[in-house]
């Protein structure tokens, strides 16, 4: 069975997933201030359902940036945002030009380091996933490079109605992609669309 491979992503209506300068103290960057992920935390009920979809998946694939806001070699005592019991409860694959041992979590969780490629991550992801779903977690670059390379089923935006301005726009330089939308739904601080993503013909 192949697996279903998707990307939930944050995003403002003039289309960054985050702002310029990010560090460890603003993750996002300048100007976003939590205002892209209120919806994730104010209003979890009313976005339970998207809530629950980003962390059903059976492996994982996410850039260094999203795990972590340092550059270079590891500093090993970083051990990813999310505390001991990160959300995922699945292996989760990330890319990254420096090699680092698996770091096992709580809850399932185990944090693969890939240094050769997005291809390779796939095909460790698919491996550990056994025809589950997986997850492409971002950042902006890792989803484009999936994009650009026909490899995602679904793109699942969660547009926040905020303007930020500069920093990472996720679908910069992608003029060859077509998407088809397949769902849509708004709340009080976020509109959930997911789109089909078409594959060129023979591709």
């Given at each position: 069975?192949?697996?279903?491979i998707s990307?939930d992503l944050?995003?403002s209506?003039?289309?960054?997933?985050?702002?310029p300068?990010?560090?460890?103290?603003k993750?996002?960057?300048?100007g976003?201030?939590g205002?892209?992920?209120?919806?994730?935390f104010?209003?979890?009920?009313?976005?339970a359902?998207?809530?629950?979809?980003?962390?059903?998946h059976?492996?994982?694939i996410?850039?260094?940036?999203?795990?972590s806001?340092?550059r270079g070699?590891?500093d090993?005592?970083?051990?990813g945002?999310?505390?001991?019991?990160?959300?995922y409860h699945?292996p989760v694959?990330?890319?990254?030009?420096?090699?680092?041992d698996?770091?096992?979590?709580q809850g399932?969780t185990?944090?693969?380091?890939v240094t050769?490629?997005?291809?390779s991550a796939l095909?460790?992801?698919?491996?550990a996933?056994?025809?589950?779903?997986i997850?492409?977690a971002g950042?902006?670059?890792?989803?484009?490079?999936y994009?650009?390379?026909?490899a995602i089923d679904?793109?699942r935006?969660?547009?926040?109605?905020?303007v930020?301005?500069?920093g990472?726009r996720?679908?910069?330089g992608?003029?060859d992609?077509t998407?088809e939308?397949?769902?849509?739904r708004?709340t009080?601080l976020?509109?959930?669309?997911?789109y089909r993503v078409?594959?060129?013909?023979g591709?």
């Amino acid at each position: 069975m192949a697996s279903l491979i998707s990307s939930d992503l944050a995003v403002s209506l003039d289309g960054f997933v985050a702002g310029p300068n990010q560090t460890l103290e603003k993750p996002f960057g300048d100007g976003v201030d939590g205002r892209l992920h209120r919806w994730m935390f104010e209003a979890r009920e009313d976005n339970a359902a998207e809530l629950k979809a980003i962390v059903a998946h059976k492996a994982y694939i996410m850039g260094r940036n999203m795990f972590s806001p340092g550059r270079g070699e590891w500093d090993t005592s970083w051990r990813g945002w999310w505390g001991e019991d990160p959300p995922y409860h699945a292996p989760v694959f990330v890319l990254t030009h420096h090699k680092r041992d698996p770091l096992p979590m709580q809850g399932g969780t185990t944090f693969h380091f890939v240094t050769d490629g997005i291809d390779s991550a796939l095909r460790q992801a698919k491996a550990a996933a056994g025809g589950g779903s997986i997850g492409i977690a971002g950042g902006a670059n890792v989803v484009r490079q999936y994009l650009q390379a026909g490899a995602i089923d679904e793109l699942r935006l969660h547009i926040a109605p905020v303007v930020i301005g500069a920093g990472e726009r996720l679908l910069d330089g992608l003029v060859d992609l077509t998407l088809e939308p397949i769902a849509a739904r708004h709340t009080p601080l976020v509109t959930h669309v997911r789109y089909r993503v078409l594959r060129k013909q023979g591709a």
